[in-house]
């Protein structure tokens, strides 16, 4: 069993720049794409980025483009999100995922870990 534990959420303005953290129990993760997905209020839980194995590809939603960047320290078993130039719309729980495989896809079925999630507040 792999646990995943997010950090890094918060509430920030309009602009800011925020970096999520995702922490493995274990270090078998580093063979497995991961992903981040995330939930609004009344929402479907969405894709936001994915990185394989050794972070040599990357794939991101649409709206974060440019924004956001995914990346991975396989030594330290940690994901990272930096969110730059946020917006109201990015409000949502933010979680991360550890991928059936060894690179990360766009459905939550690709996925088989998943964290508890952080909490990330857009003020306008």
């Known amino acids: 069993q792999v646990q995943l534990v997010e950090s890094g959420g918060g509430l920030v303005q309009a602009g800011s720049t925020l970096t999520l953290s995702c922490t493995a129990s274990?270090?078998?993760?580093?063979?497995?794409?991961m992903g981040w997905f995330r939930q609004a209020p009344g929402k479907e839980r969405e894709f936001v980025a994915s990185?394989?194995?050794?972070?040599?590809?990357?794939a991101y939603t649409d709206s974060v483009k440019d924004r956001f960047t995914i990346s991975r320290d396989n030594a330290k078993s940690t994901l990272y999100l930096q969110m730059t130039n946020l917006k109201p719309e990015d409000t949502a729980v933010y979680s991360c995922?550890?991928?059936?495989?060894?690179?990360?896809?766009?459905?939550?079925?690709?996925?088989?870990?998943w964290g508890q999630g952080t909490q990330v507040t857009v003020s306008s």
């Open positions: 995922a550890a991928a059936l495989r060894s690179y990360g896809g766009r459905s939550t079925a690709d996925y088989r870990y």
């Open positions: 990185i394989s194995w050794n972070g040599a590809s990357t």
């Open positions: 274990r270090r078998t993760t580093s063979n497995n794409g």
